[in-house]
Structure formats: C-alpha cells, structure tokens
C-alpha cells in the first residue's frame, strides 16, 4: 500500500503528477468530504478511539494522504500510519533530500538554523545552568548543540539522518550520535534536560518514543518539546499536511500525550504567533486535581476546522505580512552569507551578538 510503506511512498509521490483537481481543489480544500466521520485504521495512540473526522485526503504535493481527526481526543495523525521501520528509513536516507535538495546544510539553512538556535538558547535559560548536560533529539546540523556548548553547557545531539550527524561532528566538533529513536533506552547518560524541537510529531509512536526518553533524564531533568500548532490560523489546505508529519498536536493534545507517557506538564505556551507549542515536562505524574476534557477539546478544534476557508485566509492581513517578511529574510540569508567561509564562522557571529549574554537561574 503506498500510504503505508513511507519510503516506496517517497518514490510514487515523486513520479506522480498533482491530483487533476488542480490549485483550485488543494486551495480551497474539500467542501462535501472534509470533517466527514470514518473509521480510521489504526486507533488514536492517546486514546485508543478509532472513529475520526476527515481533515484531508492529500499531501501539499496534491499526493494521496489522508489526514484524520480523533474524534475521542481532538489528536490529529496520517491515516494509515508507516510503520517505525519505514519511517527510520525515509529519515536515514530520503527526508533531507526530498524537504530540503540537500545531504548536507548549506551556508543560508546554516544561517537560518543558527539564529533559531540563539532563540532556542535564550528559551532554555530558565531551566537549565552551565555545567549541567542535555541531550537535543534530532539535532539536525548541531546547530543548537554547538550554541549551547559555547555557554557552558555540556550538550551532545542525536540525529537519525547519518549524513546531517556526520557533518554536526565534523563542522563544529560537537559530541553526536546516529541512529533511530528506539535506541533511546540504551543510553547510559542521564541528562538535566532533553529537548525535541520538530521531532515529536514525525514519530509514528509519540507516546512510547517520549516514554523511552524517561530512562534517560535525570530526577529532577526537564523534556523540552516544540512541535507545530495544528491550531494555527495562518496556514492553508495547499501547505498544511505533507507526510513527513505523522501527528499534529494543539496545546491540549501535546500535554496529554507527554502525560500519557509518564511526565507532567509544568509549562505549556505557544509562540508568538501562534505557530508552534511548546511543553516543559517532568517526570512524575499529573496532579491530582488536574482532569483533561477530551470531548471538550474535539469540540474546540471541529470548531476552528469549520472556520477555516481560503477567503479568510487570502484576507488576513497576517498571511501577507509573514509572506513579506519571509521573502526579505531569505532574501537578507543569501546575501549575508557571502561574508562567511564556514558553518562553524557563522554561529561564532551569531554567538558574538550575544556576547555580554550570560546564562541566569530561574
């Protein structure tokens, strides 16, 4: 099945044209078939229902992919999910090529990363001191790794994609390990603090991969995790689900996965525009007195689904801001890196504008 079966998958969504529905299908979505109720698959990982709501029946790319909503808890996955081994080797081999044209970085992804890194950074500071370790999964380029090495912190990385740790390693010297998210409990290490920034929802099993995770923090660590906000307003049928993301959480959904495997939510936030969610969990269980509305949330995101349209999208002030200001970005990135012989030159600059930026408790 080629829904199933991620990396020949990977090979027919390449050699397949767009749906002959068009722009005009993939923009404005389908009216008579979207939040249609259905029976899934597989049961939702969080709550075990399998009757859904349709969200989507292709990919960004026009390709088949259905995009379902559990009617149980409002977590919203593919439909069938890959299985872990196809998933681990879509990662290994395919996934950069195909999401970025690259096996390694280039100088401008090395530029926008490090910068995202430095924000990263100035996030972390509340919960973790130099000295003390952390362990970033799928660390990508190292870019985060190498930033907060540089402010003391002990900080190794893990990245399936062989080629992208190789170059971690050899680009900036940092401490990086290869292979797939079922390794996890075999680390020997027990760190201050695990972070997974855009990793948690391209895992085809979120609940048992952060449940692994627990083997290796330490009592009194911190999981950092930061995926998409299928909440988001911004965003369009034509550029929403692609399937390289297996889930897509909303605040409520992240807190209840990272509970079901074992932590408690101390912190959940979106960014500032809305775009990602951010959860800061502990091991330990929920506290008493702290129930989750499951029906509750499935109503909530039904309501934002129905709201959706492309003429609200296309008039939103919003949505052309964003569009400008990433077009002058990317724009400023090719420009800027002409000064720069290196990946390693690069994040030395960003970390020079920090200079006089000291890490602080709290």
Same mark, same amino acid.
């Given at each position: 099945m080629a829904r199933v079966q991620m990396q020949s998958a990977t090979l027919k969504f390449r050699l397949q044209p767009p749906s002959r529905r068009g722009w005009f299908h993939r923009i404005f979505g389908e009216p008579r078939k979207s939040l249609q109720l259905l029976e899934a698959a597989h049961g939702c990982p969080l709550c075990s229902h399998r009757d859904a709501y349709l969200l989507a029946s292709c990919a960004r790319d026009g390709a088949p992919l259905r995009t379902v909503l559990c009617r149980g808890c409002g977590l919203a996955r593919v439909d069938p999910l890959p299985d872990a081994e196809? $998933?681990?080797?879509?990662?290994?081999? /395919?996934?950069?090529q195909e999401y970025k044209g690259v096996v390694e970085p280039k100088l401008h992804h090395v530029l926008r990363s490090g910068r995202i890194a430095v924000r990263r950074m100035r996030m972390l500071r509340r919960w973790i001191q130099p000295g003390q370790t952390l362990l970033? $999964?799928? #660390? /990508?380029?190292?870019? +985060? $790794?190498?930033v907060l090495s540089r402010q003391g912190i002990v900080a190794c990385g893990h990245?399936?994609?062989? #080629?992208?740790?190789?170059?971690?390693?050899?680009?900036?010297?940092i401490v990086v390990s290869d292979g797939t998210w079922q390794t996890?409990?075999?680390?020997?290490?027990?760190?201050?603090?695990?972070? +997974?920034?855009? $990793? +948690?929802?391209? +895992? @085809?099993? @979120?609940?048992?991969?952060l449940a692994r995770l627990r083997s290796c923090l330490a009592p009194d660590g911190r999981v950092v995790v930061e995926v998409p906000n299928l909440e988001f307003a911004f965003t369009l049928s034509l550029n929403r689900f692609h399937r390289a993301h297996l889930y897509h959480f909303n605040p409520f959904t992240l807190s209840a996965v990272g509970e079901r495997a074992g932590f408690r939510a101390l912190e959940v936030f979106t960014s500032e525009d809305g775009g990602n969610v951010t959860a800061v969990f502990?091991?330990?269980?929920? @506290?008493?007195g702290v129930e989750r509305d499951l029906g509750a949330n499935v109503a909530r995101v039904l309501s934002q689904e129905r709201r959706r349209s492309a003429a609200r999208y296309f008039l939103s002030p919003m949505v052309w801001k964003r569009t400008l200001v990433r077009l002058a970005r990317m724009a400023e990135e090719r420009i800027r890196v002409q000064r720069y012989s290196s990946p390693r030159a690069i994040l030395e600059s960003l970390l020079a504008g920090e200079a006089g930026s000291e890490f602080r408790g709290g």
């Open positions: 196809s $998933v681990s080797q879509y990662y290994r081999q /395919g996934y950069r970033d $999964v799928g #660390c /990508g380029g190292g870019e +985060l $790794v190498f990245e399936e994609d062989s #080629c992208y740790a190789e170059y971690a390693r050899r680009e900036f010297g996890f409990e075999e680390c020997q290490n027990r760190f201050d603090m695990i972070t +997974l920034f855009h $990793v +948690l929802e391209h +895992l @085809p099993q @979120p609940v048992e991969a502990a091991a330990g269980p929920r @506290p008493e």
